[in-house]
């Protein structure tokens, strides 16, 4: 049986505010019934469109994932079709980190998310990492081994801990920016700021992935 309309934008409000209360507050600290509130449902209706705390706690994950997972394997398309050459596929290198931090500031929400499992929120759920995340990084890994072996590029890298090392500061700045010298925060959507980390990234990549190999 097909939902009503009235069935499927109430689950789409709900899975909406769930998506903020977990992304700032965490799954252990959101309960039901605050999500209830926050779209002016009872908790038996929230329950009938979404299930219960766990099982909405999943579509969210799994629909961040896919948001992310999208931009990602685009990004990685791209980067399989650069020159075999090794500043040709620096600079796909480049705009893959390009590509993943625009999705992180214009999606705010799902690196919090992340960063909130890292906290171990939600530590009983863990088929996020074995199931979604794991699964991506090594997609990630692969692909970009594959790129600098094209480019017959035989830089001391470890990969892996190069791709975290993007994903870890991608998500930190996209949420909090960085601390100027009087002790403001400075919002990462801020131009300076943002063109400032954005070029640090690209440093990164190209100390760590030299074009001379």
Not at 34 to 54: E, F, M, Q, R, W
Not at 67 to 77: G, T
Not at 155 to 181: K, N, P, R, Y
Request: some cysteine.
């Amino acid at each position: 049986m097909s939902q009503r309309p009235d069935d499927v934008h109430s689950r789409e409000r709900i899975l909406a505010a769930a998506t903020t209360l977990f992304a700032e507050r965490g799954y252990d600290a959101t309960s039901t019934r605050a999500i209830a509130d926050a779209v002016g449902l009872n908790i038996a209706t929230v329950a009938y469109h979404v299930g219960s705390k766990p099982q909405l706690y999943r579509e969210v994950m799994r629909r961040a994932h896919e948001a992310q997972r999208d931009v990602v394997l685009e990004a990685l398309k791209r980067l399989e079709t650069v020159d075999p050459t090794p500043a040709a596929t620096v600079a796909g290198l480049i705009d893959f980190v390009d590509a993943y931090l625009a999705f992180c500031l214009d999606h705010r929400e799902v690196p919090a998310l992340w960063m909130r499992r890292w906290l171990s929120e939600g530590k009983d759920l863990i088929e996020f990492e074995s199931d979604l995340a794991g699964p991506l990084i090594a997609d990630v890994v692969a692909s970009v081994r594959t790129a600098l072996s094209r480019a017959g590029i035989d830089a001391d890298v470890d990969v892996e801990m190069l791709v975290f090392t993007i994903v870890w500061t991608a998500h930190s700045f996209g949420q909090a920016g960085v601390i100027d010298a009087s002790g403001n925060r400075v919002p990462p959507g801020e131009g300076a700021a943002l063109d400032r980390f954005r070029a640090h990234l690209h440093t990164v990549i190209e100390r760590m992935v030299p074009t001379l190999g």
